[in-house]
């Protein structure tokens, strides 16, 4: 496994640093005071490839590797993780299940102009009574002649607001227990599904999150995405390649709070000379830049897996969640306490990666989950 970077993953990086830095940078906390994800970024994130990372160019995606996708999240995340975070969630859950598991007109009518960057994907998993233990759903759906009459509500969807077409689980059967659950795409619009309450965070604020209503939401055949019964498989499936993403997403978003406090520990003086001096500040930045680079070799080394066509990396995708996303919340807290009280001050980053990276350790699986996951493959569970 060789994970030193081609020049194109370079050029890769430095393209979608340069974007980041330009065009999201000067508007970070603007968008984070407005709790709200710009529309027109969609479309510059689009003309990038940003919005199709690892889809066939036959459906117009950038047909970047699990690696390309890992740098992508990365570099966003380094500027803004609610950005990178709306990006893997469009890229990693909703457009994923479709190609993965649609039919070639479900590709057509979804995937492209998702690739396109027409409108945000939304992917509906938790309830509010339904969280890590997912196959507790109670959202139901019911046959109705040739239609589907979906029932319940889903909780903390990312996009459920403002989605243009959302992936959503239902109980199809409830005596099979989760071989009894089906995946359903509804297209923003249909008849009975609406939004419910917007969640106001603590981070992550510009990247929308939102309940999801189904109140008699008829759906016709067309609308089951992969096969009945098996939209709870599919889902672990989606999510082992989405845990990627997440822990791409901690890794940026450490390496961004690192810099920040690099840069503050070169300025900030006090008894007469700058604090980077003091071993007290080394050995934090070097242990934060310990962190940071094993945990993106765990990372690169899952996405790598990925790339070689290896069915299911569950254990090692949620070794790279677990680990990124708690060392990022360290990286995160270490910055703050180098910044002293101006860490606790909106005038500098560090405040609002301190707010963003708790996510990383709850959302696609709490850091406890993913401890189950790795357990249970490790004693053969």
Not at 257 to 265: G, K, N, S, V
Request: hydrophobic residues 45%; negative net charge; proline residues 3%.
């Amino acid at each position: 496994m060789d994970l030193r970077p081609t020049s194109e993953q370079v050029i890769l990086r430095r393209t979608v640093r340069d974007f980041a830095e330009a065009e999201i940078g000067p508007h970070v906390m603007e968008w984070d005071e407005a709790e709200a994800f710009p529309e027109a970024l969609v479309a510059q994130m689009a003309d990038l490839g940003l919005m199709g990372i690892q889809f066939p160019e036959a459906l117009g995606g950038a047909g970047m590797s699990a690696i390309e996708y890992c740098i992508c999240i990365e570099e966003l995340a380094r500027v803004c993780p609610s950005v990178s975070l709306s990006v893997a969630a469009h890229n990693g859950l909703c457009a994923s299940h479709l190609f993965m598991f649609g039919t070639d007109a479900q590709r057509q009518e979804y995937v492209v102009p998702l690739i396109r960057g027409d409108y945000l994907g939304a992917w509906g998993l938790t309830e509010s009574g339904a969280g890590s233990d997912a196959a507790a759903m109670r959202t139901f759906a019911r046959r109705d002649g040739t239609d589907w009459v979906i029932n319940g509500s889903k909780q903390f969807i990312t996009h459920g607001s403002v989605g243009g077409a959302i992936v959503a689980m239902a109980v199809t059967d409830r005596s099979k227990g989760h071989r009894g659950i089906s995946a359903f795409v509804v297209p923003r619009g249909t008849e009975g599904m609406t939004a419910g309450k917007k969640e106001h965070k603590l981070g992550m604020r510009a990247s929308d999150t939102s309940e999801v209503l189904f109140e008699d939401c008829r759906v016709p055949a067309e609308a089951l995405v992969g096969e009945e019964g098996q939209g709870f498989i599919n889902t672990l499936q989606v999510l082992d390649a989405g845990r990627i993403g997440i822990a791409a997403l901690a890794v940026g978003l450490a390496q961004g709070a690192y810099e920040a406090a690099l840069r503050y520990a070169k300025e900030r003086r006090q008894f007469g000379q700058p604090i980077a001096k003091f071993q007290a500040i080394q050995w934090k930045v070097a242990d934060m830049a310990t962190r940071i680079e094993a945990a993106r070799l765990l990372t690169y080394r899952a996405a790598w897996l990925k790339d070689q066509g290896v069915a299911r990396t569950g254990r090692e995708s949620s070794i790279a969640k677990l680990y990124s996303s708690e060392i990022a919340v360290r990286a995160a807290e270490e910055s703050v306490q180098i910044h002293g009280g101006y860490g606790f001050t909106k005038d500098y980053p560090v405040e609002k990666f301190f707010r963003d990276v708790k996510l990383c350790t709850i959302g696609e699986g709490t850091s406890e989950i993913q401890r189950l996951v790795i357990a249970r493959q490790l004693l053969g569970r």
